[in-house]
């Protein structure tokens, strides 16, 4: 897939940690690319659904990282995981 095949340019590993990572950062590029790649919000990562991270409070860019997920399909009404532990 040419999206994974970018990242791998940006020396970004395809892996939960590094979506998740550039969701609390606000990257946008990123982020799109892994969702063009095929990741999906509601992987669970740490107990959480990787779509949750980006409205904690330590999250960069929030906004403009919500309207990306529902531009790929994102349902807000999808039950998510919040559960460390």
């Given amino acids: 897939m040419a999206a994974r095949v970018d ?4 020396g970004v590993q395809w892996n ?4 998740v990572g550039a969701i609390v950062d ?5 982020v ?10 509601d992987l669970n990562y740490e107990g ?9 409070p330590a999250a960069n860019n ?5 309207q990306l997920f529902l ?5 807000p009404n999808l039950t998510l995981l919040d559960h460390a532990g």
Avoid: H, N
Wanted: no cysteine; proline share 2%.
């Fill in 7 to 10: 990242l791998q340019k940006l």
């Fill in 48 to 56: 959480a659904s990787a779509a949750v991270y980006a409205l904690q």
């Fill in 16 to 19: 939960s940690p590094s979506f």
């Fill in 32 to 41: 799109e690319l892994f969702l063009k790649g095929g990741m999906k919000l």
């Fill in 26 to 30: 606000g990257d946008i590029r990123t």
């Fill in 71 to 75: 531009k790929y399909g994102f349902d």
């Fill in 62 to 66: 929030r906004k403009a990282v919500m």
